[in-house]
T-cell receptor
Framework: AQSVAQPEDQVNVAEGNPLTVKCTYSVSGNPYLFWYVQYPNRGLQFLLKYITGDNLVKGSYGFEAEFNKSQTSFHLKKPSALVSDSALYFCAVRVRGNNRLAFGKGNQVVVIP | EAGVAQSPRYKIIEKRQSVAFWCNPISGHATLYWYQQILGQGPKLLIQFQNNGVVDDSQLPKDRFSAERLKGVDSTLKIQPAKLEDSAVYLC?????????????FGPGTRLTVT
């Protein structure tokens, strides 16, 4: 069974500082990895995904994530956080050949002006 | 491009009552998903359709939950009878097809409160 761990409940960062949201995964097989963001009273929005190839993936709104197979991690990063980045971030994993997407519990990101 | 539509946005019912949620996916999307998101948790897949066929319903509590997608477009999710622990946000998502690795597009959700 596949699973995702997002160890921190909340991440606080000052505006303009680098933002990192951590994610580790557990699968038997090769993973597809995703990041989604959820703003209040809105559905989840796709940010980026890792399929294969380059370990550094670039996505929407200046976000990027780095796939690290040895550490089974897929941390989300942004070089300079904006107040508008304050939201709930979900990491998700899917195993090739299995259509089910398993989500982590989410991380609340608070960007302080 | 219109997004995934869901209705109603909010619903309050008493336990043992029934409730139904409706979802209209993005036009042309063959795959449709229903998720349950309990407060403080990530979404959990309830059922997945490919056109009008069920691909995965292994996590659907079939004694009280049912879903259909009769014409391969709109879908309804029903709970009968509801329990207190069914209080959650029910999310509908769609993707172009089952081909890997398609991202899913989510609707705004229906927030259900069971009292």
């Amino acid at each position: 069974a596949q699973s995702v761990a997002q160890p921190e409940d909340q991440v606080n960062v000052a505006e303009g500082n680098p933002l990192t949201v951590k994610c580790t995964y557990s699968v038997s097989g090769n993973p597809y990895l995703f990041w989604y963001v959820q703003y209040p009273n809105r559905g989840l929005q796709f940010l980026l995904k890792y399929i294969t190839g380059d370990n550094l993936v670039k996505g929407s709104y200046g976000f990027e994530a780095e796939f690290n197979k040895s550490q089974t991690s897929f941390h989300l990063k942004k070089p300079s956080a904006l107040v508008s980045d304050s939201a709930l971030y979900f990491c998700a994993v899917r195993v090739r050949g299995n259509n089910r997407l398993a989500f982590g519990k989410g991380n609340q990101v608070v960007v302080i002006p | 491009e219109a997004g995934v539509a869901q209705s109603p946005r909010y619903k309050i019912i008493e336990k043992r009552q029934s409730v139904a949620f409706w979802c209209n996916p993005i036009s042309g999307h063959a795959t449709l998903y229903w998720y349950q998101q309990i407060l403080g948790q990530g979404p959990k897949l309830l059922i997945q359709f490919q056109n009008n066929g069920v691909v995965d319903d292994s996590q659907l509590p079939k004694d009280r939950f049912s879903a259909e997608r009769l014409k391969g477009v709109d879908s309804t999710l029903k709970i009968q009878p509801a329990k207190l622990e069914d209080s959650a946000v029910y999310l509908c998502a769609s993707s172009l097809d089952l081909g890997e690795p398609r991202e899913q597009y989510f609707g705004p959700g229906t927030r259900l409160t069971v009292t």
